[in-house]
């Protein structure tokens, strides 16, 4: 009788919704402010994603085209991504894993959203390489507009197709099927978006390296020195403020970086087609292996 | 009840859900790129004509500011170029008249400056009072718009070289955190008819002067640790004998003269003690001497010739010349255990082994069909390299203190000159221009 | 009726949370650009330095600098003893970096033996040169290996070592001036001169 009633009041001790919600919320919130500290410390620790790289744009030269690879796959998508192996219509290579797209929608006032694809930007020179990424956009656009006559038509397809051309698949828990069988004019812009994108940051590599000014052999000794500053572009190219991530921990290094960067304002204005207002950008210097 | 644990469920499948979200990120906001080296290895720096603050009253200062409107941006430019890391921006992109220009933090545009490409902005402020000058000097980082360094110096207007010389050590420790060369001396011979005298010079071959007016012929300068003293080699009747020079006082003395040779002094950076050649004892041998000529340890024992050469910066190693192969090649001697390891194995005829002041190479001159060539070894025998070539006969290297440069001396321009090159051979360029033929160059070690 | 309406608002709340952590997530995920290889125009770069800084290295050579020359005097040369002429002006001669004693040599050292015999009051003293290339100190202790040779010769051959006395010049007093192999052939001697009576 003793047990009965203690399990009976164990189990049903009380409507009690209140108290087990009162305890669940102390634990959420636990959980939660466990999380932020976490993601706060985030940006103090060196950046090392936990996992897999998400995105990666490569600016070698490199024109071959493996072809699809299953890379994407591994990354357990598992909705509705049959992708068909259609041969790319745009002469792209693939790289590597891009994870679920987000809808293009601009939902928070300042910050761009960020498509991922696939796409690699083959780059041989600077000054080819606008001509590369042109071409590659017009190849990407008219394979999209491709698509979406063959999506008016084999609607059952479309997924696959775009896929082909894309290569940004759904990841699982996210209606990705949704949003990536939705509008394709959207997500052809979020395309050429990146490109542009990929474009311009090599164009910004390329104006800071050109103002870093060391000399490096005095630094040998001191083995691998690496800083990260982390500048604000504003649309126009000015950089609105830069801080050090990661300061190398030798001074000549860390003001030899500074300076490359503030020689480097203003920067090249956003491509057109990049419509955010402000950018967040991350550079990172190292010395590089020294031949002896 | 059953439906509280229903929505319990929920509660808690969903929140796992959200936490499960919480650690995979949705968007990242930020991309990073690389750069992985630096574009440029020297650093640009903008050193416009230094403003004159009055033009002076009689008629010797108004000469000599004139003069020195020109000469002493010059000297601090040659400086800062011969270092090799600091590129200087060619004044004719200067927007502003530099004497009009600030020479104060406050009064500079800085954002100018940046706009022409320059890291570093050098202003200069000066005028002459009765012979003197009076001199200001400021370093700019250009990007922080901040004074790095400045400085005021008054001296003789005949020492306006060693006050620039003091500033560009300012400006290379400030980049650095390093001491520069900027302050020191190279000792060499100069021989003028048949005689061979001694000489000392400014790192960048100015400011020559003789030091030593007797003997008619004298080698093989050598420094002490503390820059202070010349060990030198003096051919007098009855052979070659060993002197040492006090600078500071002006002085000589007679350090050994025994029976034989007395040559080659190479003085322990650690001790007190040289590694000198004598054949007092019938045969060219290596001994230790102490700073009074006693002889302190013999080194070798070898029927052939042996020739001290150069001390390790430890104090522990001696490179020297033996030609017990049958030709003079260079050894190692640990002077702890005495024991002896060949170094050279290329060519046939090696000599003159100096010994960097970092300890990581040896440099020593290698004579074949092709000329005397100057090379360079680690003290373990690996990485030969060869730094000079096709240039007629380049001798006797001699390490800038802080290793990272070579003095040496050539005659590829069909006379024998004063050499300096960097210590992988890069940059060689003419250090001295003397009439006569100069040899034998010792690079001081730091001076203050 | 209660409990499904406080079960709406914790969702809710959830919901917003849930949502303002996503919107602040700033979770990185880097891109990597990997910088390419220099570029033809890095190399054009590069190369337009190495030109500039040749042209000023020539120009320094051109530009020279003067110094006051200082009057060469004349290098006081060594008794000359008629009677001793043929003594001291026949040198013995040696190969590139050696001490040996070829058979010409010895037999100029017989004719010194002979005179030395001869003249049995005088000392003499053998001088050791090289040629000019070569280390400084290493041909200072050439020299003198050079000259003791020669003394070894003469003291096998009888002539007391008391008599003769050595010294080395090294490279430092070459009789012939030019840089070509016969003059260095001439100045790898060995030289006697007398000392006193």
Known sequence: ?292 | MKKTQWNLSVTLIYALVFIFFMTKPLFAARYYIDITSPYFKRIPVAIPEFKILSKGRTLEDRALTEKFKKNLPEVLIHDLEFCGLFRILSPRGFLVDPQKMGVKTGEINFKNWRIQGTDLLVRGAFHVINNTLILELRLFDVVKAKMMVGRAYEAPSEDFRSVIHRFSQEIYKALTGKPGIFLTKIAFVNKIGKKKHLFICDFDGENVQQIIKKGETILSPEWSPDGKKLAYVSIEDMGPALFMADLEQGTARRLCSYRGLNIAPAWNPKKNLLAVTLSVHGNPEIYTIDLNGRVQKRLTKFWGIDVAGSWSPDGRYLAFVSNSPGNPQIYILDTETMEKRRLTFSGNYNTDPSWSPTGEWIAYASLSRDGTNIFRIKPDGTDLQQLTANSGRNEHPSWSPDGRMIVFSSNRTGKQRLWVMFADGGQQKQLTFLSGSQSDPAWSPFMD | ?197
């Open chain 3, 1 to 197: 009726m209660r409990l499904r309406k406080s079960n709406g608002r914790i969702f809710a709340l959830l919901a917003i949370i849930g949502l303002i952590f996503v919107s602040l997530s700033c979770s990185k995920a880097p891109v990597r650009t990997t910088v390419p290889e220099l570029t033809p125009e890095e190399r054009a770069r590069i190369a337009a330095e190495e030109e500039a800084r040749r042209k000023l290295e020539a120009e320094r050579l051109k530009h020279g600098r003067s110094v006051e020359e200082s009057l060469a005097e004349l290098y006081a040369n060594k008794e000359e003893l008629k009677a001793l002429q043929e003594f001291q002006n026949e040198d013995i001669h040696f190969a590139f970096d050696s001490y040996v004693l070829s058979p010409e040599a010895q037999k100029i050292l017989d004719k010194k033996v002979a005179w030395l015999r001869k003249h049995p009051d005088i000392k003499i003293i053998i001088e050791g040169h090289c040629d000019e290339r070569g280390s400084n100190e290493y041909n200072l202790a050439l020299g003198e290996r050079r000259a003791n040779s020669a003394r070894e010769y003469l003291i096998n051959a009888g002539i007391d070592p008391d008599r003769i006395h050595i010294i080395s010049y090294g490279e430092e007093r070459p009789l012939a001036l030019g840089s070509d192999e016969a003059s260095w052939a001439i100045n790898r001697r060995a030289h006697f001169v007398v000392w006193k009576k």
């Open chain 1, 1 to 292: 009788m003793n047990k009965e009633n203690l399990i009976y009041n164990l189990w049903y001790r009380q409507p009690d919704w209140y108290s087990w919600s009162k305890a669940f919320l102390v634990s959420l919130f636990l959980h939660l402010g466990i999380l932020l500290i976490a993601l706060t410390f985030n940006t103090i620790s060196p950046v090392s994603a936990p996992l897999p790289m998400v995105y990666n744009v490569e600016l070698v030269s490199g024109l071959e085209v493996p072809g699809l690879t299953t890379a994407g796959r591994t990354k357990g998508t598992d909705v509705s991504t049959k992708t068909k192996k259609t041969k790319p219509k745009a002469r792209v290579t693939h790289k590597s894993i891009p994870i679920w797209r987000v809808k293009a929608k601009s939902s928070i006032a300042g910050k761009p959203t960020i498509e991922k694809t696939q796409v690699e930007v083959p780059l041989a020179k600077t000054a080819e390489s606008s001509n590369m990424v042109d071409r590659e956009l017009e190849k990407l656009t008219s394979a999209v507009a491709g698509e979406n006559s063959i999506k008016a038509n084999a609607p059952g397809q479309d997924t696959g197709v775009k896929k082909t051309t894309t290569g940004a698949e759904g990841t699982s828990g996210k209606p990705a099927g949704a949003s990536a069988g939705g509008t394709p004019g959207t997500s052809r812009k979020g395309e050429t978006l990146s490109l542009a994108r990929s474009a311009y940051y090599t164009e910004v590599w390329d104006r800071i390296r050109r103002e870093w000014a060391l000399p490096d052999e005095l630094l040998k000794q001191k083995g691998n020195l690496a800083a990260i500053i982390v500048i604000r572009i504003r649309r126009d190219g000015k950089i609105l403020d830069a801080k050090f991530e990661k300061r190398s921990g030798d001074k000549v290094f860390d003001n030899s970086v500074w300076r490359a960067i503030w020689k480097a304002d203003p920067l090249p204005p956003f491509p057109q087609i990049y419509s955010a207002e402000v950018d967040e950008l991350g550079i990172r210097f190292r010395l590089a292996e020294l031949l002896n």
